[in-house]
């Protein structure tokens, strides 16, 4: 498992996260094999947002389940989400840091490693947030800070007030979902469906300001319409492509999706939502291999992606 110190952190963290969205109906004990597995895959960081389960029932189910020591909690790398309310996102003082408050109570924790913004707020105030994150960073709460699903204006609408680097933003990235990487490839193609810029340029902007992207929802077809591993009907040649790299690399199609992902020099995280330890174990395994550029492309291309 590769892991580094992320930029603008001092966090030292795998290049795969266990996201835990889905663990409510799991028992006690599923969850602590599942969160033991990854461990021992070499996964140490955890991502959650208060709205799992709704009203943070994803955060109360692990922290019952795992109960951490201080020696094991520090050996961890916690993550949520605040800002998604019933019907409406919410960035105000107010919310931010309740819900803050709220998530360290249901993860049986003092701080979390990482607080991100889950979707944007329109209705945002720049010096709000500041607020938050100065009483967070202040008490000892939060270490890290981030957003989900922003754009680099958001970002930098965020940063005139907010004095802490926004070290991450989380998006939807797979080979077949790959809009932030594809615009770029088929830049000045202007009757190219492709060329559309729908991210303004948000993973130069990543790379140069030292945010690091992690990939949510990596082996999904698009947003949430299933998994393009094994589904031939739809995705029949990058199957093709998946099976022979993982024959290649003695890895399943898991682990080639998951390093056509880490491959790219932006040095991406990959968000799993899994609860299958097997998949943990198959996505790791591919978490730091050495894809050509020959075969990242040939995957790029059997995913239907323009390489003019």
């Known amino acids: 498992m590769k892991t580094s110190t992320l930029p603008n952190t001092d966090l030292t963290v795998s290049n795969i996260v266990l996201g835990l969205m889905r663990i409510p109906e799991m028992s006690d004990e599923e969850i602590r094999t599942l969160v033991r597995s990854s461990l021992d895959a070499g996964v140490t960081m955890f991502d959650h947002a208060d709205v799992y389960g709704g009203d943070h029932l994803c955060e109360r189910r692990f922290g019952d389940a795992m109960r951490f020591t201080p020696q094991e909690r520090e050996g961890v790398v916690l993550q949520s989400k605040v800002g998604i309310r019933d019907g409406y996102f919410d960035?105000?003082?107010?919310?931010?840091?309740?819900?803050?408050?709220?998530?360290?109570?249901?993860?049986?924790t003092d701080h979390l490693d990482v607080l991100l913004l889950h979707r944007p707020d329109a209705l945002v105030e720049p010096e709000e947030v500041a607020a938050a994150f100065d009483a967070l960073e202040q008490s000892g709460k939060v270490r890290a800070f981030g957003v989900s699903n922003h754009t680099p204006g958001q970002i930098r609408l965020l940063r005139s007030a907010v004095s802490q680097p926004l070290a991450f933003d989380q998006m939807q990235l797979s080979i077949t979902h790959a809009d932030l990487v594809a615009q770029g490839v088929s830049m000045n193609m202007g009757a190219e469906d492709q060329s559309i810029d729908r991210n303004l340029g948000l993973l130069d902007f990543a790379r140069l300001e030292g945010i690091t992207i992690q990939a949510w929802s990596p082996f999904q077809g698009g947003f949430f319409?299933?998994?393009?591993?094994?589904?031939?009907?739809?995705?029949?040649?990058?199957?093709?492509?998946?099976?022979?790299?993982?024959?290649?690399?003695g890895v399943t199609p898991t682990g080639i999706a998951t390093a056509w992902i880490t491959r790219h020099p932006a040095h991406m995280q990959v968000v799993l939502g899994t609860t299958k330890p097997e998949r943990v174990r198959e996505a790791a395994a591919g978490s730091d291999l050495p894809l050509t550029r020959q075969e990242w492309y040939r995957l790029f291309t059997a995913a239907g992606h323009l390489v003019p």
């Open 91 to 108: 960035f105000s003082t107010e919310h931010i840091l309740a819900s803050v408050d709220e998530s360290l109570a249901a993860l049986r």
């Open 225 to 249: 319409t299933g998994v393009f591993i094994g589904d031939r009907e739809r995705y029949a040649d990058l199957n093709d492509v998946l099976d022979e790299l993982a024959a290649k690399y």
